[in-house]
């Protein structure tokens, strides 16, 4: 099951997979998982052995499906993670619905790729849930103690995650564009400003 907060972006994502898995190259290394000719739609498609790739966006309909592997691509955006509404609807759907969705509910891993956008995003959510098994992967744009994990860190170069998309002149006027808060959130994942409020 693939997810993101707006269905276009979650049928972008789709798009995509379904283009490496039908493209020649894919065939000749994996030539038992060809697509279905009729099951190939852009939100839902399946291979000839029984796969498939279900597509919806945050809060739309997974009743039904199940899976092994649950992708969630930025749940909410930064709009909606100022409003409570959106926000908690957003981390009920991450950690009750996605969450019933499991094939296996031991084996089952649920990986979730967002920006920081609040204290109580549905990242910040899940890292409070206490007793859940979380391997929480951080990389802020600028090095610092909230690489996770911390051997990461000897992987930025002069203190960049990424020297070219994301140097130092891109960063500050990322700053000025953001400001303190949105900043802190989407670069540095941590969505308090270091400076507070």
Known sequence: IGVSYAQALALSHAIKTRDIVSSDKYKRLFPE???KKDQSAKTDFRNEVG???????????????????ILIDDPLNPQQAVSSV???SANEFVSTTLSSRKIDKEMTPTILIMQRLHEDDPTGHLLGKQ???IKHI????????NVKPKELRE????GLLDPIRLNRSALNDA????????YAGQF????????GG
């Not at 951080?138 to 103690?145: H, I, K, Q, R, T």
């Open 188 to 195: 540095d994942q941590d969505p308090a400003p270091r400076e």
């Open 155 to 158: 992987k930025y170069v002069d």
């Open 131 to 133: 007793g859940k098994d």
């Open 138 to 145: 951080c990389l802020p744009a600028e090095d610092s103690d």
């Open 86 to 88: 959106e926000r908690i």
């Open 175 to 182: 700053l000025v564009d953001l400001g303190s808060y949105a």
């Open 33 to 35: 998982f060809a697509l």
């Open 51 to 69: 796969g498939q790739r279900f597509t919806t966006s945050t809060g739309g309909t997974v009743t039904g499906m199940h899976a092994h592997q």
